[in-house]
């Protein structure tokens, strides 16, 4: 795997011009690292999203049951991983297998494979990478941070960080204070203020306050915030209290007003696609929600999630994938995006001005 990285790396670096280099400021982040092309947090995917000439790439962090912060979108493992062959029996109740009933040597034994969908047992973008192919494995947080920061001095780029604290509420009533250790991981590596090359980023706004206020002074550390926006119908497992998880009230960050008090505790906000582009939008008439106005007359920056180009993934109202990208780059004004498809969006970008 080493060698097929480098070798990715050294045919893709040669025709890359810095990340910031692309259009009118706008950025690209990598969404879970090149994850249209390799199973998403996997370091070949990170490597692949690094070539392609991203401003970011995003980290999911969860804890282990040994407090190691490891870089996975769910608090669970069998989504993407072989777990249910390599430890038959260790699920809840529930079914699922939970990272933090797993210490960090138990989960290096673990493939890292495309993302299946547990009711079908199929992969959810069927045309990605095959599922169960070559190898690859779950990565540390620090082991990320120092794959990036490694590429930015070899190849003299400035590549930032988009990590996301998941589930604190969870964490908490396991006995950990995710925020805290993820901190101290930052801070170890030197992102402590804001001209540095991070945004964290959380669903749960609790959090993100305590963060902001309780935290972040107490380290002596002034990083951006980005507050996570999720669609209430969902009723996903995003926010707990008291270790529950909660069917979250997200309207309130919709209504009038909101972004103000979001600007009260954070720097931007990261909402879903369809919060931004509406009901009613077809090919030929576009319908904008008031979001990106909103949010930057509030003075925050606006990181809408995600852009896909899969058969079937991309809304009705596109005909082709850059049509989406001008959408929101530009129509809808936002300030950058995450991707699985980065390679086409830098290029995209490019096209529209930059280097």
């Avoid at 402590?192 to 206020?213: A, H, K, M, N, V």
């Avoid at 209290?241 to 600007?263: S, T």
């Avoid at 930057?296 to 049509?323: I, S």
């Avoid at 959408?327 to 290029?347: E, H, Q, S």
């Amino acid at each position: 795997m080493t060698r097929w990285v480098a070798t990715l790396l050294t045919a893709a670096m040669a025709s890359l011009t810095p990340a910031m280099a692309v259009a009118q400021g706008k950025i690209v982040i990598a969404h879970r690292g090149a994850s249209g092309y390799l199973p998403e947090h996997s370091q070949a995917g990170k490597a692949m999203a690094y070539a392609m000439g991203v401003d970011y790439i995003e980290q999911d962090l969860v804890m282990t049951r040994d407090n190691r912060l490891v870089v996975l979108h769910d608090i669970y493992l069998d989504q993407v991983t072989d777990v249910a062959l390599v430890f038959p029996g260790r699920h809840r109740d529930d079914g699922h297998f939970y990272v933090i009933d797993f210490t960090l040597e138990e989960i290096r034994r673990l493939a890292l494979t495309e993302r299946i969908d547990n009711k079908t047992n199929r992969p959810r973008y069927p045309g990605r990478f095959p599922p169960g192919k070559s190898r690859f494995r779950i990565s540390t947080f620090e082991e990320e941070i120092e794959l990036i920061q490694g590429l930015n001095r070899s190849t003299g780029r400035l590549v930032g960080i988009y990590p996301e604290i998941k589930a604190p509420g969870f964490h908490r009533q396991a006995g950990r204070d995710i925020s805290r250790a993820v901190l101290a991981v930052l801070q170890s590596y030197g992102y402590t203020r804001r001209s540095d090359r991070i945004y964290l980023q959380c669903f749960d706004p609790e959090e993100l306050q305590r963060i902001r206020r309780e935290l972040l002074p107490e380290m002596a550390m002034d990083i951006k915030l980005v507050q996570l926006i999720a669609k209430t119908a969902w009723q996903t497992t995003m926010v707990y209290r008291n270790g529950q998880p909660v069917p979250y009230d997200f309207d309130w960050m919709l209504a009038p007003g909101a972004m103000g008090a979001i600007a009260g505790y954070a720097d931007g906000v990261g909402p879903w696609i369809g919060m931004v582009v509406t009901k009613g939008s077809t090919r030929e008439k576009h319908v904008f929600s008031s979001l990106v106005e909103d949010a930057h007359e509030a003075g925050l920056v606006v990181h809408p999630y995600t852009l896909r180009a899969d058969k079937g993934h991309m809304p009705a109202y596109v005909t082709d994938f850059e049509m989406l990208l001008d959408l929101f780059l530009y129509k809808a004004g936002a300030d950058g995006i995450f991707t699985d498809f980065p390679d086409r969006a830098v290029n995209f970008l490019r096209g529209r001005g930059g280097s």
